[in-house]
């Protein structure tokens, strides 16, 4: 019986928005950001699933906040640290990626990509794309229409 085959994964080359999540980085695809905003005001939602932190009230438009640290299984945030909102649009939908700090916006290139890494587990295997060796670290590539359905 031979070993299940990964499913390929398409590399692109162009620019990534990066923030930090638990100390590690993590990009999404610009197109995707329609603005990165300092901790916002959460209205919790009953009976939601853990990854829904809330609502977030955006210029009048109720927009669902994602607790990326609950999505990719890692520890909460600790206590008295805000967290950074990048609010996405994917089909025409705006959706809010709670993360750690905001970071620099990266060129990549697709020769750069590998699959991820064998050392992501669970949850996270599952949201992440792959990697893109930068200068000394990985940048791990979110799927975002993954992370985002709940």
Known sequence: MSAPTKPT??????????????????????EHVQEVLKSQGLTRVPLAPAAVAGLINLRG????AIELRERLGRPPRPEGTDAVV?????????????????????????????????????????LIRGAYKLDGQ????????????A
């Open 138 to 149: 990985l940048l791990l590539a979110l799927d975002v229409q993954k992370a985002v359905s």
């Open 9 to 30: 994964v398409d590399a692109t080359s162009g620019q990534l928005a990066t923030f930090r999540l638990d100390g590690d980085l993590y990009g999404v695809e610009v």
């Open 86 to 126: 990048i609010v996405v649009r994917l089909h025409g939908e705006a959706v809010s990626l709670l993360v750690d700090s905001i970071a620099d916006v990266v060129d990549v290139d697709a020769a750069d990509f590998e699959a991820p890494p064998d050392t992501l587990e669970g949850q996270a295997r599952d």
């Open 61 to 64: 438009q109720v927009v669902t």
